[in-house]
């Protein structure tokens, strides 16, 4: 396997791998990973779909990626995916995936000319006092020591943030900014969360950032993740004879591990309450999904609250029984042995009582009921107890939802604080209260809250214990690489393999390892695409200095005299061509006429 960038191997088709007419495939996971491996094993691989069958331990695929309507309950959303124009190996894969809605178009069409069309922003990105706008101003607000600290760490080795708290390596000062605020709302950062994860992040994003604030950089589907991205894969998968067992708990898998050598001989599953499993002949390949953000979640409904299970989680015992078998397969208790840390709780709210929708429609200052971008990403509260953040995505967001219906996501990160409305910590509220306290934030008079909450939504909790724990201070070797070294018929697939330069919590990181591990076990002979190097480009990350300082220029000793040698020296190259184009120095001619002015004054 090797990386690649351009159309050259972008657009070429490999050749059928030799032996791949005698292999079997295994994959342990329904979830983004295994859909999407599949996938690349029939269109680039060109194994029969047949030879495919797909473990998954719920009775649907697609793992984190829902959008589940219970009708006793309402409508679920765990979470919500940020997508933007540089994830290579997912938009590779929804190029070959027809649109379920627009005849004669592929997945990435239809999201291409749907964001086209209707590209995103935010009007208000934060609120307080009862849903009044913030005055962040779409403003970073860092001082010049935060500014020295993003780069430090930026600048700093890998190895230097091993192990380390985000709250060890930024200051107070960093940590009271709108970049902070920001950045923790959208990706769910905690302060003890992992210094290194937050470096691959701002190199992973450093081009996004000027549209960072007012979330330019962002793109969403039409729906919810599942109506969007599962289903079309699920029915390309069926339509090509991939096989799902649905209901069916991988326990362990076996290896033989000798000379260096490493092979997978056997996947033990439960299915049923029946214990069954399959031997791995050397035709044989398995992809194993290790780990889970959604593992043990639990809903609530409108009247109950979400409960918190910390009992047997059966993905994350998987990992625990195979990484006891090597060294290299990682260390789980790493990320899954401190739930305080990891947990958080989201809701679904549907509105059903035609007085909520104009408090959204005034912070977002659109129609949610016009079909397009609504509040262009999260809202949050900054002065909630809970942190709370919400966000009304194009509607409908679901196809079966009713025309007066609006389906709106909202979560904390501090779950264990009593709210300013609800004083009770959010992962005790029912789906009641939580609404509650979410008009509250959204500046519904007091005195009309409990009515609302009661009678006008209903609201559906989700606990998850394990949702941000791919987060946790970690070291090289914590996680197992793609494919481990040795390895001859086995992968490791999801947010917790090591692959190069991503980073997690992202839909291409699963992509990304299913596309690794396909290519590298099948032998196919395509270059997997580069993770977009903007971190390498000079002209990114001069924009990025210059949004970084809310767009002030660069501040040389020297003053104007300063000023004018360096625009001077440089002015017809590409370098002052670099540093006026992005705002660093003035241009010539404005300096020049400012020393005038200044003249002219003397």
């Keep these: 396997m090797h990386y690649s960038s351009g159309n050259y191997e972008a657009f070429a088709r490999p050749r059928k791998p030799a032996g791949v007419d005698d292999k079997t495939a295994w994959l342990v996971g329904g979830g983004l990973g295994g859909m999407a491996a599949a996938i690349f094993m029939v269109r680039d691989g060109q194994m029969a779909g047949d030879k495919i ?16 309507k219970y009708p006793e309950k309402g409508f679920v959303i765990r979470g919500g995916r940020e997508l933007e124009d540089h994830m290579e190996c997912l938009w590779d894969v929804m190029r070959s995936i027809p649109s379920l809605e627009v005849e004669g178009a592929s997945m990435l069409d239809e999201f291409y000319w749907l964001n086209k069309d209707d590209p995103n922003s935010s009007k208000r990105r934060v609120t307080e006092k009862q849903g009044q706008d913030a005055g962040t101003n779409f403003k970073f607000g860092l001082s010049a020591k935060a500014q020295k600290e993003v780069v430090s ?3 700093a080795t890998r190895e230097s943030m091993e192990n380390k708290r985000i709250d060890e390596v930024f200051s107070k000062e960093f940590l009271a900014s709108n970049f902070w605020l920001y950045w923790r709302t959208m990706f769910a950062f905690e302060e003890w969360h992992s210094a290194l994860e937050m470096k691959l992040y701002l190199h992973r994003f450093v081009h996004q950032l000027g549209g960072f604030p007012d979330m330019t950089s962002l793109k969403f589907t039409k729906y919810n993740q599942y109506e ?13 004879g991939v096989k799902f067992q649905f209901g069916t708990t991988v326990t362990d898998v076996q290896f033989d591990i000798s000379d260096g050598v490493k092979k997978a001989t056997r996947i033990d599953w439960v299915r049923d309450g029946e214990a069954g499993g399959v031997d791995l002949t050397d035709n044989d390949i398995a992809l194993i999904t290790i780990g889970s953000l959604t593992e043990n979640s639990n809903n609530g409904d409108h009247h109950t609250p979400a409960e918190l299970k910390t009992g047997p ?8 029984s195979i990484a006891k078998k090597s060294p290299d397969f990682g260390r789980p208790e790493v990320f899954c ?11 679904t709210v549907t509105t059903v009582d035609d007085r909520i929708p104009a408090y959204i429609e005034k912070i977002s200052e659109r129609d949610p009921f016009s079909g397009k971008v609504v509040t262009g990403g999260i809202v949050t509260a900054r002065d909630s107890p809970w942190l709370m953040s919400w966000t009304v995505n194009r509607q409908p967001h679901f196809k079966a939802q009713k025309p007066t219906e609006l389906v709106v996501w909202v979560y904390g990160l501090f779950v264990e604080e009593p709210g300013a409305y609800v004083k009770k910590a959010l992962q005790d509220c029912t789906g009641e209260e939580i609404t509650q306290e979410w008009l509250y934030q959204i500046g519904v008079p007091v005195e009309d809250i409990p009515e609302l909450a009661a009678t006008g939504a209903k609201t559906v909790p989700s606990m998850m214990p394990y949702v941000t724990s791919f987060f946790m201070p970690r070291q090289a070797g914590d996680r197992p690489a ?12 999801g947010q917790f393999a090591e692959t190069t330069r991503d980073c ?11 596309m690794e591990a396909t290519y590298q076990l099948l032998g196919v002979e395509r270059g997997v695409p580069e993770v977009y190097n ?16 809310d767009g002030a220029e660069l501040n040389l000793p020297g003053g104007h005299f300063a000023q004018r040698l360096l625009v001077n020296q440089f002015d017809k190259t590409e370098v002052g061509q670099l540093l006026t184009d992005f705002g660093l120095v003035p241009a010539l001619g404005k300096t020049q006429a400012h020393d005038r002015s200044d003249d002219a004054i003397a």
């Design 53 to 68: 069958t797909i473990l998954e331990e719920l009775n649907l695929p697609g793992g984190a990626l829902d959008g589940i």
């Design 153 to 155: 760490i930026f600048l």
């Design 228 to 240: 969007s991205f599962v289903l079309p894969m699920y029915t390309w998968l069926l339509d090509h």
């Design 313 to 320: 989680a059966p993905a994350w015992d998987l990992w625990k």
């Design 337 to 347: 042995s401190d739930i305080p840390k990891t947990k958080w709780e989201s809701a």
């Design 482 to 493: 793609v494919v481990p070294e040795g390895s001859v018929n086995f992968a490791f697939i």
């Design 504 to 514: 997690i919590f992202t839909t291409e990181y699963s992509v990304r390892t299913a």
């Design 534 to 549: 903007s971190t390498y480009d000079l002209r990114f990350l001069l924009h990025a200095t210059k949004i970084l300082a």
